[in-house]
């Protein structure tokens, strides 16, 4: 790896480094680019199949409850309401 490069991913790490500590760090990339180097060279023979089925787990969709059970208790609790609808504070 060039100094000139070090210098730069330096100034965008926002890194300072002295000339010396470029220097010692220009030697130290070679190994560290070569060894990384060797992983693209590795070929994936295995072929890794699934040992799982997919299957649709999703219940119908299917009302529980009896249309309006409910809706009288609801709006009694509510502190204002209007012909069956409850009234809530304006958001905007």
């Known amino acids: 790896m060039e100094l000139e490069d070090i210098k730069n991913l330096a100034q965008m790490a926002r890194i300072d480094m002295s ?15 070569e060894y990384v ?9 295995l072929e890794i199949k699934p040992n ?23 709006i009694e609790q509510m502190p204002d309401s209007q012909d069956g609808f409850l009234k809530v504070k304006q958001i905007l």
């Not at 000339?19 to 680019?33: K, Q, V, Y």
């Not at 219940?59 to 009896?66: A, G, H, L, P």
């Open 52 to 74: 799982y089925t997919l299957q649709n787990v999703v219940r119908e969709d299917v009302s529980t409850n009896k249309t309006g059970e409910y809706t009288e208790r609801i």
């Open 19 to 33: 000339d010396n500590e470029l220097a010692d760090m220009a030697s130290d990339f070679g190994p560290i680019l």
């Open 37 to 45: 180097g060797q992983i693209g060279e590795v070929k994936q023979s």
